[in-house]
């Protein structure tokens, strides 16, 4: 049996290569400083980071005029429905949105990253997202690319990958709900199920079985 020992180094290597020293275990720097291989992923990370940061700088005015767009839609709705009501707004002020609900229906987009590589995907997501999301690699299941969006201001960055022929999506929410133990929920009418571990809300989704669900986030609970 061939043991990597590296393995448990490398999902620190992104928060290495952005400088999030305090994110990296003290045994992960002391080996990164001594190991050429991992080295040379960090330096990976470090090139990736870069060209990510400069692309995502190109696009940054689309991004911020199409959320400041979907934000003010909403208020102008408002806004035609208080002159029209008048005293009657509270009663029909729409309900809080459920961020789980949001969080699988953005989920279900396809992907706008597209990789199959769980290192650059998790760290795609860490730069877009702005909070470290955790590298998921799972036997059976096939990494496909991820997303990044704000349902109501809340972030969800999502990764979406391959069952077979399902698709699974691990959404990592800014939302801090549920528990340590993976727990089934109703999200919008669908199954979904939600982990919180260590200050990370993760939301497993897709069209796989229930079961198949639980089972990916129990996986995903052990690498928070
Ligand atoms: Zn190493």
Redesign the pocket.
Known sequence: MTVD??AE?RPYLAALADGELELVPAPTRD?VSD?D??RSELEAHQLLGQRLRAASRAAEPVALASRSRRFLLPLAAAAALAIVVGGAVLATRPATPDPLASAVLVANQSPEYTSTNAVDIAHWCTVKYGNRVPVVALPGLTPKGARMDWPHAQGVATVTYALDTETVHVSWLSVAEGGSQPQVVNAGGKPAVLVRRHGITALVSGDATQAELLHVAQEVASVL
């Open positions: 020992l590296h180094h080996h190991c291989q991992c």
